[in-house]
Structure formats: C-alpha cells, structure tokens
C-alpha cells in the first residue's frame, strides 16, 4: 500500500508530464508581447484576465484606448486598484472609497488614476517653482551684502596741459577723453604759435651784442684840464 507521501509525488509527477493546453499557449504567447497588443476586440473575459494582469500601466491604457466600442473594466478596473495602491499607498485608498460612499458616488479607478496622477504633477510643479523662487531670493539678498568693489577712477590732480612747458605731458593721463582733447590741444594752431614765439624770442636774445663798458671817463676829462687849462679870455 502507498503511503500519502508517495501518492502525491506520483500525481504532481502525472501532472507535469500532461503537456499545456493550446489555450495555454496562447495565453503565454500573448503574455509575452504584451507591447505588441492592441484593439483586443470580443476576446473572452477569462482569457483577458490572466493576460491584462500582467500589464504595465502603459500598455494596460494603450489597450483600453486601442479597444473600441467595448468596456474593459470588469477586468481592469481590480488592476488600475492595485497601481493605485501600489504608488499613492494603502491610505489613499482607503480615502478615495470612503470618499465615494459618503458622497454616494463610484468612479473607475483608472479615472482616479489620472486624476490623483494630475494633481500629484501640479502640487511637485508648484512646490518646484516655490523652491526656486526661494532661491532667487536668497541669491539676491547674498548679493546685496556682498562687497562691492569700486572700478570707478579716480580723478587724477590738477596739472597743467603743457606739463610746465610747451612739450606734451600726457603719459600719466587716465582718463582717455582727457588724453584725447591734450592731444588735440597740443595739435592745436595756437599752440604751435605759441611755441614758435618763444623759439624766436630765445634766438634773438642770445644774438644781441654784449654792450661794452665806457673807457674811464673821468680820466679823459681831466687830461683835457691839464693841457688847456682854465679857458682864458680874449681880449
């Protein structure tokens, strides 16, 4: 007499030598190209059960999208549940259901998929542009206590467009406007006459003759009193 032990190890063993069933395979077979499925058309209920289980979200709204003139949610509506589930969380749930007995209401999931998906984009886009403007302010009150470095220059000491002369003195000068209208000055007619009067009044200075002293005048008129003498009178 076989033991239990042995009696379920001969079944299991029966069992995996009875080969799948051509439903079996097609099943497989649409499982495996999922992303391929479309329109679905009139395919029975309990075939599209196990295969619309193992969707994505993608391609589970692609299927319904693709899938005219028929509802599909007797089967999808448990699988938009459970996405719901899984990414806003038990609580969720249970918050939308209690919601939709109090008002006496029901909604298919997918449709509160969408909706909590929406307002899930809008409150992250909000808080995003919030943070950012926190930023900007932050920036601007950082700059606004920072140490402003001065470029402006300086105004330099009065001098003399000649620098002392009639040459240019313009090497020192900062300001290129100022260096523009010295040179412009100095490029001048007037100037010009200027300096060309006082190379003609040196030249004439140093050609006028150096004026000799007198050659003792007291001494000429005393020779003349000697030899003379007191001029007498004429009779």
């Known amino acids: 007499m076989k033991s239990w032990d042995e009696d379920i190890f ?36 309990r075939l599209l059960d196990p295969i619309l289980s193992h969707c994505t979200k993608e391609q589970l709204a692609h299927i319904e999208e693709s899938t005219v003139g028929r509802d599909l949610s007797q089967v999808t509506n ?10 806003f969380g038990v609580k969720s749930v249970n918050l939308v259901i209690e919601r939709m007995q109090e008002k006496k209401v029901s909604f298919k999931w997918q449709m509160l998929y969408e909706a909590k998906k929406r307002d899930m984009e809008e ?8 943070i950012k403007e ?14 402003k470095i001065c470029t402006k220059v300086p105004p330099s000491s009065k001098r003399s467009f000649f620098g002392g002369g009639y040459g240019p003195s313009i090497t020192n000068t900062k300001s290129n406007i100022l260096k523009k209208a010295r040179i412009e000055v100095l490029k001048s007619q007037e100037v010009k006459n200027l300096t060309a009067l006082k190379k003609n009044t040196v030249q004439k200075h140093n050609c006028l003759p150096a004026r000799k002293p007198p050659l ?9 009193s000697n030899h003379g003498g007191p001029t007498g009178r004429r009779f």
């Open 10 to 45: 001969g079944r299991n063993m029966v069992m995996k030598k009875n080969p799948p069933s051509l439903v079996d395979l097609c099943i497989k077979k649409a499982i495996d190209n999922l992303r391929y499925l479309g329109d679905v058309g009139e395919t029975d209920i």
């Open 78 to 87: 448990r699988l938009w549940k459970r996405f719901y589930e899984t990414d």
């Open 123 to 130: 409150a992250q886009e909000k808080s995003f542009n919030r």
């Open 134 to 147: 926190l930023y900007k302010q932050e920036v601007e009150r950082k700059q606004k206590r920072q140490v």
């Open 216 to 224: 003792n005048p007291g001494k000429s008129s005393g020779s003349s």
